[in-house]
């Protein structure tokens, strides 16, 4: 259970592990993307929020609500951010790396919701519980996800 909520000991990286654990999350989305393109990266981000939500809500039990070491719930949100990256990669049929720039603003974007907390991932958060641990991550992925939309389409002219 220690390896799944740690994202396979990345957690325990000092300092800032959820960010450890969004860095470690793109390397393995980028692998996904390669071998299923979109489709897979979306079945092992369900499959992840699934077994991150049991581990998390096995360790948490008798702990404190929201450990730091806990970062399968980074790595969920920061696949869930790049959502745009693979399905726009698939749907122009082209390769995951000329949507760089969406990588940056996914990394960037999650980080900061995750952090900042506004709004619906406050709100997630503040559950207190290990849905409520996995469900910040997710709404601050979705929100990731759709800035990194508008900047895409801002910058290909289709918001101006």
Not at 73 to 94: C, H, K, N, R, T
Not at 117 to 135: F, I, Q, S
Request: net charge negative; hydrophobic share 60%; no cysteine.
């Amino acid at each position: 259970m220690k390896a799944v909520a740690t994202f396979f000991y990345v957690g325990l990286l000092k300092p800032a592990p959820g960010t450890w654990g969004s860095l470690a999350a793109l390397p393995v989305a980028y692998a996904l993307l390669l071998i299923g393109g979109f489709w897979l990266l979306l079945a092992a981000t369900l499959a992840a929020f699934a077994i991150g939500y049991a581990a998390t809500r096995a360790l948490t039990k008798d702990g404190p609500e929201d450990p730091s070491w806990i970062v399968i719930d980074e790595v969920v949100g920061q696949w869930i951010a790049l959502f745009p990256v693979g399905y726009g990669a698939m749907m122009m049929s082209v390769d995951i790396w000329r949507l760089w720039p969406g990588w940056i603003s996914a990394f960037v974007f999650f980080r900061l919701f995750d952090i900042w907390k506004p709004w619906l991932v406050g709100r997630a958060d503040a559950r207190g519980d290990a849905l409520g641990v996995m469900l910040d991550d997710v709404i601050a992925g979705v929100f990731s996800a759709i800035v990194s939309i508008a900047l895409a389409a801002l910058a290909h002219g289709v918001l101006m």
